[in-house]
């Protein structure tokens, strides 16, 4: 809840070194951030109370607003765990990636971007993708060249890559929201529950409203005959079960426990 009467927050130490931490990483799941909120108490502050994440990221997010920037919360599109990214409200996404790629791998992702909002699927073929660099701005680039940078993209957590589709990450979808809803106005889409972005999810064959597949299993669980909220259809597609609890308990992957010690230091 936001509340009007909030006042200003302090930064202390412990939230410097958390926002610090958290820039270098651009966007970690919540079990990451909630042991990286715990190692900052324990760097600066041992003796104090750990503070509701919630409140912690609200106290940074009041000071972080006079300059334009965010902590914002998502959720992952293909199975609902809740991720943090921290977002430059003032400068569409693209501008802010200009200090670590190059135009003309710009103009790729650019060129991916457009592929994938346009698709039904919300992914886009390497194939498709790699065809269309002739058409690059700036320096010519080779098509072994663009796969390489594809997976720049990848690795600095812009893009997912499944079987050779990629799609979007939970982070480039938190930080380019307002970038693609007015760049691609026509072919974007809305999730009917949540009304966020909506880049992959389940789609109504009669209304045509889409869905995120964790506001699908929201909304229909429990329901064994589960029927569209927008024309009263029946809901043509396999119901997904999430259980975040769980995926909390699981706990992050071995690869972003390495990242956080080694950057935690």
């Known amino acids: 809840m936001q509340g009007n009467t909030r006042r200003?927050?302090?930064?202390?130490?412990?939230?410097?070194?958390?926002?610090?931490?958290?820039?270098?990483?651009?966007?970690?799941?919540?079990?990451?951030?909630?042991?990286?909120?715990?190692?900052?108490?324990?760097v600066h502050d041992c003796n104090a109370t750990i503070e509701k994440l919630e409140d912690f990221i609200n106290n940074i997010n009041s000071v972080l607003e006079s300059l334009y920037i965010e902590i914002k919360k998502g959720v992952t599109e293909d199975d609902g765990r809740p991720i943090y990214a921290l977002v430059n409200l003032a400068t569409t996404s693209i501008s802010k990636m200009a200090s670590d790629f190059a135009e003309n791998e710009l103009d790729l992702f650019r060129k991916a971007l457009e592929l994938i909002i346009d698709s039904d699927t919300g992914f886009a073929s390497s194939t498709n993708i790699l065809n269309l660099v002739d058409q690059l701005k700036g320096k010519k680039m080779r098509k072994k060249e663009a796969e390489h940078v594809l997976q720049k993209f990848v690795q600095s957590k812009w893009l997912i890559e499944k079987e050779g589709e990629f799609t979007l990450h939970g982070r480039a979808i938190l930080e380019m929201d307002q970038y693609i809803r007015e760049t691609y106005p026509d072919a974007v889409k809305v999730c009917n529950i949540c009304r966020s972005l909506l880049i992959q999810g389940q789609s109504c064959e009669t209304c045509g409203i889409r869905m995120h597949l964790p506001c699908v299993a929201k909304y229909f669980q429990s329901n064994s005959e589960p029927h569209c909220p927008h024309c009263n259809d029946y809901w043509p597609h396999e119901v997904p079960v999430f259980d975040p609890e769980k995926e909390r308990e699981t706990g992050m992957s071995r690869s972003n426990k390495r990242s956080l010690r080694s950057r935690q230091h």
């Open 8 to 42: 200003t927050g302090i930064m202390t130490d412990v939230h410097r070194r958390f926002l610090q931490l958290l820039m270098t990483h651009g966007v970690l799941e919540e079990c990451d951030v909630k042991r990286l909120q715990k190692h900052c108490y324990k």
